[in-house]
């Protein structure tokens, strides 16, 4: 007879059975289901310095710094709120539609962080476990600029009022046509320039259009003429980037440079007086960069229609390597959605903003450039909210909306920016893509 058939162990029971009455297992049990509460200095820290101070710091974009734990713990419920419902950190683009270089998104294990901070009554933990703050980089991010182009005199964005859109226009004169590697814009008050936009004008239209009293001209959304091109602006938390290998931008003699900026009004009167560095190489671009302009304008949304949709169809004429993707629409906007049938039958999602918001729009820029093939058909939509429910309708009562450039009018469009073989390639497609818009313009609703 062994030990495990002693009297004593049936008198016992199973030693498991034991261990229910032992008093350390039910301390065991409470430990496990409520662990010590995150602190600010272990856990919260960095998490904000890694995805909210780029922002969030003092001369940067965000509203106030979340730099310090005085900073945090007076708003610690807003940032489990805000994180919770994703509008913060502020990226657009829904998991599943494209795979983005730079993404500002938290993990559901960081969220959840930052709410049981909250709950426990955001305690602050040894400083001493507190991380360094990263160094942001101050002054222009990509080094001296080649050129660097410099509002003539500061624009006063008044203290109320509609948003402001205003061109300055800089003549480069320059001797011979130039390669843009890169493009940076250093906006010169953040409080109200809102976001930029570079635009060619090789007319000598926009020049004309300056008032020299304000350096520079009034208009919402279009330039006022056609441009021979766009360069990378500023958005809310962009960061600026070469456009890689053998790419850049060709700017002719002759051609002049458009900066425009969006203003929103803050409530008090400010000036801003933005620069735009251009980084310049002396090699012509090996590759051949364009897009695909997609759109819709036969817009006509009745007042309190939730969900006007409009669609958009091109056929790739030659195959295109997909770098990037930029979505536009106006107020009442409400999603937008890009995808691709390849040829074959599969399925690629190239982008889709369910929350659309006009304040965040950013050119977004694949991990990976996607490989779509001549034949490729590319299908765009976009959803429209006229109703008095939502909070961004300019119009109470709502109206009917159209096609137009105003703020209160509507548009839909995306650009499929990428790369293509060959020359020949890229004047296929530019062919094609100017035929594409010129049908699409001709369906334009008037009143
Ligand atoms: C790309 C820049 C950017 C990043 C990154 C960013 N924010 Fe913001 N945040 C803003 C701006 C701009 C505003 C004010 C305008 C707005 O709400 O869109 C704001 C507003 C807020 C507000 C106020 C919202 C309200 O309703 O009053 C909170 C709270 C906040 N951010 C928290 C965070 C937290 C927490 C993070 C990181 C997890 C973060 N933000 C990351 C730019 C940013």
Known sequence: MGWWDSPTKRRLGPPYHHYHRLPMFPTLALLVAAPAPPTFAKDVAPILFTHCATCHRPGAIGPFPLTTFADARKRAKL???????KSMPPWKPEAGHGEFLDARTLTAGQVATLKAWADAGAPEGDPKDTPKLPAFKTGWQLGKPDIVLKMPK??????????VYMHFVFPLDIKTEIYVRAVEVRPGNLKVAHHAVGILDGSGA???KVDPKTGGYAGFGGPG??????????????TPRPFGDGCAITIKKGTDFVLQMHYHPTGKEEVDQTEVGLYLTKQKPTKHMLGVLMGTTDIDIPPGDANYVRTD?????????????WAHMHLIGKECRLWAELPGGKEAKLLKIGDWDFNWQDTYAYKDPVILPKGTVLRAEWKFDNTAANP????????RVLNGENSTDEMGGIWLGGEVASEGDLVALLLANVGHYFEVESKKKTR
């Open 79 to 85: 940032i489990a709120a805000v994180t919770a419902d």
């Open 154 to 163: 500061p624009f006063t964005v008044p203290a109320e009022g509609r948003d």
């Open 206 to 208: 926009a020049r004309k």
């Open 225 to 238: 003429f056609v441009p021979a091109g766009f360069t990378p602006g500023f958005v809310p938390g962009q």
């Open 313 to 325: 169809k091109f056929v790739l004429p030659v195959d295109l390597k997909a770098g990037s993707v």
């Open 392 to 399: 961004r309708n300019p119009n109470a009562p709502p109206k």
